[in-house]
Each structure stands twice: as structure tokens, then as C-alpha cells.
């Protein structure tokens, strides 16, 4: 069973800087990952997501501001959050897709205060 381990959140002034990190246990194979966040009273939304092939996919509302990458050797994920608006405060879950399954992170918080 693979688990994805994110650490990274917390709580930062508007205009700070934050990174994400996910950490899949166990060796499958990830055609996909991602960063989705959900806020209070909204639903989960995608933030960005990345391939395999490092093809890579930004909401608008983060363009320019966050960077999504991946370190193949260490095989963890990171999500780079700079110039943080309020807005966006949520929880950030960690998502992954083999071939066979689809998995989420437990959730990290991110808070910005205004």
C-alpha cells in the first residue's frame, strides 16, 4: 500500500514564501502527481500537477507564483509557494496516480495572514 507523506505547511504572512514536500512510500511507478487544496466550505480544487514526461499544469489563480517540480533521485515532490495571498489558505493534499490507483496525502495546512 503506498502512502504519501507531505510536510511543508504552515503558517506565513501574505507575500511570504512556503515549500510543499511529498514523499510516496514504497516503489510504484507515478504517471502523475499533484497538489490539489481545499478551503473551508469549498470544494478541493487542482493547484498543479506534473507527469512523468514533466509535463506540467497550474490553476490561473497560482500561475506565477507557484512552482511545481519533481526530484526523480529522491522521488519526492515539491510544490514552491511565493508572493502568498490569503486566498490561498487551505488544506494542500498531495496526489498521486499509477497505472492501477489513485492516492492522496493526508493534508497539510497552509494559513496566510493577511
Known amino acids: 500500500q503506498v502512502q504519501l507523506v507531505e510536510s511543508g505547511g504552515g503558517l506565513v504572512q501574505a507575500g511570504g514564501s512556503l515549500r510543499l514536500s511529498c514523499v510516496p512510500s514504497g516503489s510504484i511507478f507515478i504517471r502523475v502527481m499533484g497538489w490539489y487544496r481545499q478551503a473551508p466550505g469549498k470544494q478541493r480544487e487542482l493547484v498543479a500537477t506534473i507527469t512523468s514526461r514533466d509535463n506540467i499544469n497550474y490553476v490561473d489563480s497560482v500561475k506565477g507564483r507557484f512552482t511545481i517540480s519533481r526530484d526523480n533521485a529522491k522521488n519526492t515532490l515539491y510544490l514552491q509557494m511565493n508572493d502568498l495571498k490569503p486566498e490561498d489558505t487551505a488544506v494542500y493534499y498531495c496526489?498521486?496516480?499509477?497505472?492501477?490507483?489513485?492516492?492522496w496525502g493526508q493534508g497539510t495546512q497552509v494559513t496566510v495572514s493577511s
Open positions: 496526489h498521486a496516480e499509477s497505472t492501477l490507483s489513485i492516492y
